[in-house]
């Protein structure tokens, strides 16, 4: 079970709280790669957020246990090689402990607001596909090579990393995205329920056999917005479970049936206060009950 700390709050909350997450047996620390709440519009948020890299190479030396990862870093802000650079950085500060978690980008007002170009769906996968295929070879080849529409590298070295960094794809199309995730993926992410995650977990494992690669090679890890003694009606999020410790418990056990590896208890919220009060109850109600 891992924790997703939110980066509205200040560094020294977002310190404080990964040490007590550590301290009380979380397996992980995840980190959004966002610049700004989102409004689901082009429209700008006053919420501006920290950057994810620099909170992960702070955590990295300020919690040495858990394994630390962005959620998801949006492959439009950085130029991929770039990207390597800086996840192999990370990992190394950390002991080989982080995930680099990369997505095609979404959000909107962001890319509005700072001029990065996003594009149509099927834009953006194409972009993410060439990206994937410049972190791949340089953060694993002696040297890459990649001829792209959206990049191109020549004869690239290969970042300086003491430790293989696993590669998790944020992805939840089923024909073209879990698609990406076989192919260059050795984690996969998704928001859902048990019912969606099993839905998807299958159709990652039909696009598995079609390239001939094991689909347990894949690592699979989840996330909802979880609120405890609460109902459905009371969470406005599209993908929330809501209700008694005993529910929730029997929510994972759904999840944990459907294939999954790793349950991440979102605190994207505001208050620290209501986040610290969350992931205390799941480690001290919850958790217990899974082992």
């Keep these: 079970m891992s924790a997703w700390l939110s980066t509205v709050w200040s560094a020294g909350d977002v310190v404080a709280v990964a040490h007590e997450v550590e301290a009380a047996g979380y397996d992980g620390i995840w980190i959004a790669d966002h610049f700004m709440g989102n ?95 410049v972190l791949d070879g340089v953060l694993r080849a002696p040297r890459t090579t990649v001829t792209g529409h959206h990049y191109a590298v020549t004869d690239a070295p290969q970042v300086p990393a003491a430790d293989r960094i696993p590669l998790l794809v944020g992805a939840s199309g089923e024909q073209r995205m879990l698609g990406v995730v076989a192919r260059w993926a050795d984690e996969w992410n998704t928001w859902s329920t048990p019912e969606v995650f099993a839905r998807k977990s299958a ?24 609120a405890l003694d609460a109902t459905p009606e009371d969470v406005r999020a599209p993908v929330a479970v809501a209700g008694s410790v005993a529910q929730v418990v029997d929510t994972i056990g759904r999840w944990r049936e459907a294939g999954l590896d790793e349950l991440i208890v979102p605190v994207i919220r505001d208050d620290v206060t209501q986040g610290r009060e969350l992931l205390g109850r799941f480690a001290t109600e919850v958790r217990p009950q899974l082992d």
């Design 203 to 226: 159709v990652l494992d039909e696009h598995c056999e079609r390239i001939g690669r094991d689909p347990r090679e894949i690592r699979r890890s989840t996330q909802a917005i979880f």
């Design 39 to 133: 409004t689901g519009t082009e429209e700008r948020s006053d919420v501006a957020l920290r950057d994810c890299f620099s909170v992960l190479a702070g955590l990295a030396t300020a919690v040495p246990r858990v394994r630390l990862g962005s959620l998801v870093a949006g492959i439009t802000y950085r130029h991929p090689a770039v990207l390597a650079n800086i996840a192999a950085t990370t990992s190394d500060l950390s002991g080989g402990r982080l995930v680099l978690g990369v997505g095609a980008g979404w959000q909107l007002n962001e890319h509005a607001a700072y001029g990065i170009p996003l594009g149509p769906v099927r834009e953006r996968i194409d972009r993410f596909e060439e990206g994937l295929a």
